[in-house]
């Protein structure tokens, strides 16, 4: 379960990148701006990275979003899974040792919406 946060609030998309992303913030604010463009009225707030004390084999991805179901809730729930497809893929390129992400999509009570393992590159654009 995501830690709580007062800044978290129906009007927000809360990112929290953990472990080893490689890329950095520049591709975690890619995410943002995809979640931005599909929710335009909503503030995409994103935590700084929390790298951890010590090596990590994954990479982590935490999620929390405003809706549990409807359109909007699986739209988003698509983008951050192809986002870590496609960060996946790009890595790939350079690092034939691209560790795993693993991603937690919560809703605004902190129940689990969807975790995934994402190890294979998006072959799709």
Do not use: C
């Amino acid at each position: 379960m995501p830690k709580s946060d007062p800044a978290h609030s129906p009007d927000k998309i809360l990112v929290r990148p953990g472990g080893v992303l490689v890329g950095g913030e520049q591709d975690i604010d890619s995410l943002a701006v995809e979640l931005s463009r599909l929710a335009p009225d909503l503030e995409v707030l994103i935590e700084p990275v929390d790298r951890g004390r010590s090596f990590a084999f994954l990479a982590v991805l935490n999620v929390v979003l405003p809706w549990v179901e409807g359109y909007l809730a699986a739209r988003a729930i698509d983008t951050v899974l192809h986002w870590a497809r496609r960060h996946i893929r790009s890595e790939h390129v350079h690092d034939q040792n691209v560790r795993p992400i693993d991603v937690t999509i919560y809703g605004p009570n902190g129940e689990v919406l969807r975790k995934v393992r994402v190890t294979a590159p998006d072959t799709t654009s």
